[in-house]
Nanobody
Framework: VQLQASGGGLVQVGGSMRLSCVAS????????MAWFRRAPGKEREFVAA????????RYAVSVKGRFTISVDMAENTVYLEMNSLKPEDTAAYYC?????????????????WGQGTLVTVSS
């Protein structure tokens, strides 16, 4: 599975941005898709995860209520809608995937990775 992330850029505090991650064609039944981020000088951290079916989701406490992960099965695309952005959301964002049904928050559990897309929130 190959993942291609896009949509990053510069946004002001309080603004919104949507990231996209296109997955290469295959059968995605039983796949978990997730977003992680790495801020400058910090470890990579979990942001959100969802089953490909969309039935289950999980969010980091820091983004819950502001970010929404979603899947467009017809387009093989995972989105991360980010609202009410804060300077601390500045990071390189990565989409990731794994086979299975558990919404893991550890990056070690994910085997498919896209390249990062940089999001900068300016104050």
């Amino acid at each position: 599975v190959q993942l291609q992330a896009s949509g990053g850029g510069l946004v002001q505090v309080g603004g919104s941005m949507r990231l996209s991650c296109v997955a290469s064609a295959r059968t995605f039944s039983g796949v978990i898709m997730a977003w992680f981020r790495r801020a400058p000088g910090k470890e990579r951290e979990f942001v959100a995860a969802q089953t490909w079916s969309g039935r289950s989701t999980r969010y980091a406490v820091s983004v819950k209520g502001r970010f929404t992960i979603s899947v467009d099965m017809a387009e093989n695309t995972v989105y991360l809608e980010m609202n009410s952005l804060k300077p601390e959301d500045t990071a390189a964002y990565y989409c990731a995937g794994r086979d299975g049904s558990v919404l893991h928050t550890s990056s070690d559990e994910y085997v498919y990775w896209g390249q990062g897309t940089l999001v900068t929130v300016s104050s």
